[in-house]
């Protein structure tokens, strides 16, 4: 180990503080990257607001994102980063802030700060109680161990080509999922679909009807949230779901669910235990986010911020209502129904009584023959991504630490 070194973040890198202020948001302009919008990861800046090039300016009169650029939250949701592998111009929001490397190669350090040892480092500078923060000198106070420039070098480049597969597979679920709710559009929305000869009764082709969501359930309840006096000092080993554990296109992240014991699940929480194809709609917080429950998590449970939904005939109509549940007009329903209060909610009884069209046994089958093959190809990519998420997860405290040792230097 005499070639790793520690650093303090401030002498290897410039640390540099976004603007204290609000901006005024456009409908088209340069993007604003915000807490919200840091991942981890590469970062996405297709969702962030924007804002006009006068305020892109201002925002960025400090610093003009470059390539290797990592951006991290500071409030809140602290201690999130992102790394910048392609040319966007973008300005930072309240409470993000710059990291420039000028000493180290970027990408080791991005990932040397999102290792568990650059965690509890991140964690041991955070202060406040109410808002937990961290701040620029601390920041700059990390400490970074790190080997040669070489082997810093080659440590990235084992990690992020298991990045940059993980990112290929993401795409193609990405546009796989992208399809699947075009067809469904074309289908079920527009009603461009083989064979139909244009002709409605009642707005609806023949032999379509209208229904409801609670018609075609076996059970439709939700989680609940058990009690320290529940929990006590019993081993925890059953996934509990939350509504963070659901990304906003739906897939699961399971690297760090939280767990709870057997014998809650088992009693308190029984109502609420999961089966593989369960159809997840979040009901309050973050409301509108839909996933299907794999295998892996068959007998898992959820807290009461997630409503899950097992039809009476999956086979049939499991990717369709995931889809109907995901369609605009829905989405847009929901929301209209939300309530206000301590935490934005929606009701089990608004999610019953939502309107679903269901076509002909023949128009089903059709659409399912189409189907079903997407969905086992975004199923088989998810478990890939999973699986070398785990490789690199494994790799990355090991590589960073120097306990697997590279003879690079």
Same mark, same amino acid.
């Given at each position: 180990? +005499?070639?790793? %070194? /520690?650093?303090? @973040?401030?002498? *290897?890198?410039?640390?540099?503080?976004?603007?204290?202020?609000? =901006? !005024?948001?456009?409908?088209?302009?340069?993007?604003?990257?915000?807490?919200?919008?840091?991942?981890?990861?590469?970062?996405?800046?297709?969702?962030?607001?924007?804002?006009?090039?006068?305020?892109?300016?201002?925002?960025?009169r400090n610093h003009k994102s470059e390539?290797?650029?990592?951006?991290?939250?500071?409030?809140?949701?602290?201690?999130?980063?992102?790394?910048?592998?392609?040319?966007?111009?973008?300005?930072?929001?309240?409470?993000?802030?710059?990291?420039?490397?000028?000493?180290?190669?970027?990408?080791?350090?991005?990932?040397?700060?999102?290792?568990?040892?650059?965690?509890?480092?991140?964690?041991?500078?955070?202060?406040? +109680?109410?808002? %937990? /923060?961290?701040? @620029?000198?601390? *920041?700059?106070?990390?400490?970074?161990?790190?080997?040669?420039? =070489? !082997?810093?070098?080659?440590?990235?480049?084992?990690?992020?080509?298991?990045?940059?597969?993980?990112?290929?597979?993401?795409?193609?679920?990405?546009?796989?999922?992208?399809?699947?709710?075009a067809v469904f559009k074309e289908w079920f929305v527009d009603?461009?679909?083989?064979?139909?000869?244009?002709?409605?009764?009642?707005?609806?082709?023949?032999?379509?009807?209208?229904?409801?969501?609670?018609?075609?359930?076996?059970?439709?309840?939700?989680?609940?949230?058990?009690?320290?006096?529940?929990?006590?000092?019993?081993?925890?080993?059953?996934?509990?779901?939350?509504?963070?554990?659901?990304?906003?296109?739906?897939?699961?992240?399971?690297?760090?669910?939280?767990?709870?014991?057997?014998?809650?699940?088992?009693?308190?929480?029984?109502?609420?235990?999961?089966?593989?194809?369960?159809?997840?709609?979040?009901?309050?917080?973050?409301?509108?986010?839909?996933?299907?429950?794999?295998?892996?998590?068959?007998?898992?449970?959820?807290?009461?911020?997630?409503?899950?939904?097992?039809?009476?005939?999956?086979?049939?109509?499991?990717?369709?209502?995931?889809?109907?549940?995901?369609?605009?007009?829905?989405?847009?329903?929901?929301?209209?129904?939300?309530?206000?209060?301590?935490?934005?909610?929606?009701?089990?009884?608004?999610?019953?009584?939502?309107?679903?069209?269901?076509?002909?046994?023949?128009?089903?089958?059709?659409?399912?023959?189409?189907?079903?093959?997407?969905?086992?190809?975004?199923?088989?990519?998810?478990?890939?991504?999973?699986?070398?998420?785990?490789?690199?997860?494994?790799?990355?405290?090991?590589?960073?630490?120097?306990?697997?040792?590279?003879?690079?230097?």
């Amino acid at each position: 180990m +005499s070639e790793w %070194k /520690t650093y303090k @973040l401030g002498d *290897i890198a410039k640390v540099i503080d976004s603007l204290h202020k609000t =901006p !005024t948001y456009t409908e088209k302009g340069y993007p604003m990257v915000r807490v919200t919008d840091l991942k981890g990861g590469y970062l996405r800046t297709k969702d962030c607001l924007l804002v006009s090039e006068d305020v892109y300016l201002d925002f960025s009169r400090n610093h003009k994102s470059e390539i290797g650029d990592i951006v991290i939250s500071r409030v809140g949701s602290y201690g999130i980063t992102s790394y910048v592998n392609e040319p966007i111009d973008f300005c930072l929001g309240q409470n993000t802030a710059f990291i420039c490397s000028n000493g180290m190669d970027s990408k080791y350090l991005f990932y040397y700060l999102n290792s568990p040892k650059g965690k509890q480092e991140i964690e041991g500078f955070v202060t406040g +109680s109410t808002q %937990k /923060t961290i701040s @620029l000198k601390s *920041i700059k106070s990390l400490e970074i161990l790190a080997p040669g420039l =070489p !082997t810093q070098r080659q440590i990235a480049q084992i990690l992020s080509s298991l990045d940059d597969k993980i990112e290929l597979n993401l795409q193609m679920n990405q546009t796989l999922e992208a399809m699947a709710q075009a067809v469904f559009k074309e289908w079920f929305v527009d009603f461009k679909f083989p064979g139909f000869d244009g002709e409605l009764v009642d707005g609806l082709p023949k032999g379509w009807r209208r229904g409801v969501l609670g018609e075609m359930v076996d059970k439709l309840s939700k989680g609940t949230t058990p009690t320290q006096k529940d929990l006590g000092s019993l081993e925890v080993q059953i996934p509990f779901l939350k509504v963070k554990d659901i990304s906003d296109i739906g897939t699961i992240s399971k690297n760090n669910l939280e767990l709870i014991p057997i014998e809650v699940h088992q009693n308190q929480l029984k109502r609420s235990i999961l089966e593989t194809n369960d159809i997840l709609f979040s009901i309050a917080g973050t409301i509108g986010r839909v996933a299907i429950v794999d295998e892996t998590l068959n007998f898992s449970n959820c807290n009461q911020a997630i409503a899950f939904i097992r039809l009476s005939d999956k086979n049939a109509f499991l990717e369709y209502i995931h889809l109907w549940l995901r369609s605009e007009a829905v989405q847009n329903n929901i929301k209209s129904s939300i309530v206000q209060g301590v935490q934005a909610n929606v009701s089990l009884t608004v999610l019953n009584n939502i309107e679903v069209l269901i076509p002909n046994d023949e128009t089903l089958c059709e659409w399912n023959n189409l189907i079903k093959p997407i969905y086992h190809r975004i199923r088989t990519t998810i478990y890939q991504i999973e699986s070398l998420t785990q490789t690199r997860d494994t790799l990355l405290p090991k590589l960073i630490s120097g306990k697997m040792r590279l003879n690079c230097d």
